[in-house]
């Protein structure tokens, strides 16, 4: 009865999955009114990042407690980051159909600035990855925590792919073979990015007194 038992690897992963999926509603629910979407990340990633190093209490309490401290930064980041997301996503439609369209010469010009926006559109998700796992996890300015995703994303480039990559996957996954899974689905993103980026965020989050106190 191992197998069953609280303390086996199959017992730790079904109640992973379980998280998952209940972080996942929870998220869905305190996304809805969209505006919230930047609280609402920043507290799964605040409990995802919990769970990972071991320091998970209840999830429900920890999430709202996390949405309610952050709120206000997370919420105004979010209102930086989207308008700027929608700008991008207009102007990569527009300049598609322009250059699709166009005679050759000019179609040359929409091209060249097509390549400009798709480089822009890359720094962007860089900054989107990580600017609310850093909210969740250290406490600074905005345009500081602005900065820092941008640097960090640029530094970690491994794992700023894998974090991309594993929120690329599921969504074609859920969108081309198994839309069932869309009951995980950010939560289990969340959870596997934490995984990737525990250790870029803890460094990240080093504080040489706190250390310095611990060794005393």
């Known amino acids: 009865m191992k197998f069953f038992s609280y303390e086996s690897k199959f017992s730790q992963l079904i109640l992973a999955l379980c998280q998952c999926c209940l972080l996942n509603l929870l998220w869905l629910i305190c996304s809805l009114p969209v505006i919230t979407i930047g609280a609402s990340t920043t507290a799964l990633y605040y409990v995802c990042i919990k769970i990972i190093r071991g320091e998970e209490q209840y999830v429900i309490p920890m999430f709202f407690r996390s949405f309610r401290e952050n709120f206000r930064q997370a919420t105004q980041l979010w209102l930086i980051l989207l308008p700027i997301g929608v700008l991008l996503g207009v102007d990569g439609y527009v300049l598609y159909h322009l250059r699709s369209s166009s005679a050759v010469p000019m179609a040359v010009l929409w091209t060249l600035l097509l390549a400009l926006l798709i480089a822009a559109s890359i720094l962007y998700a860089i900054v989107l990855i990580y600017i609310f796992p850093l909210t969740a996890a250290v406490q600074n300015t905005n345009r500081a925590m602005l900065k820092n995703a941008f ?61 310095s106190e611990k060794e005393e």
């Open 151 to 211: 640097l960090i994303g640029t530094h970690y480039l491994f794992a700023t792919i894998m974090v991309f990559a594993v929120h690329f996957a599921m969504f074609f996954i859920i969108v081309r073979f198994f839309t069932p899974l869309i009951i995980f689905g950010e939560g289990l993103s969340a959870m596997l990015s934490a995984y990737l980026l525990n250790n870029v965020l803890t460094a990240c989050s080093y504080d040489p007194e706190k250390e």
